[in-house]
């Protein structure tokens, strides 16, 4: 059963771990707006957020294609492995 994104407004900028710690085990899209180039996104906008990460998969691209010079990230505001697993990279 999918879950539908719930759409935020956009709004007040956040930094990556503000925006994990406000949406917890949940997959985010946010619109980059301050980027490191060897951490990656530090800061941005809450765009959505669901359970299901393909719920954010066509509001991602709508948003790219309205906004071609902007960035966007989806992440999961978790654990990337669940408790008791390793992962090795």
């Not at 059963?1 to 407004?9: C, E, H, Q, R």
């Not at 930094?15 to 980027?35: A, C, D, F, G």
């Not at 691209?61 to 906004?67: H, P, Y």
Request: aromatic fraction near 8%; glycine fraction near 6%.
């Amino acid at each position: 059963m999918g879950t539908k994104a719930m759409k935020s407004k956009l709004g007040e900028v956040l930094s990556v771990p503000k925006i994990e710690q406000r949406y917890p085990n949940e997959w985010v899209l946010i619109e980059v707006t301050k980027i490191n180039k060897i951490k990656g996104p530090l800061f941005g906008r809450v765009l959505a957020h669901s359970h299901n990460r393909r719920d954010l998969v066509k509001l991602n691209r709508a948003f790219c294609n309205a906004n071609p010079q902007r960035m966007t990230y989806v992440f999961f505001a978790g654990p990337v492995a669940p408790e008791g697993y390793t992962v090795i990279v």
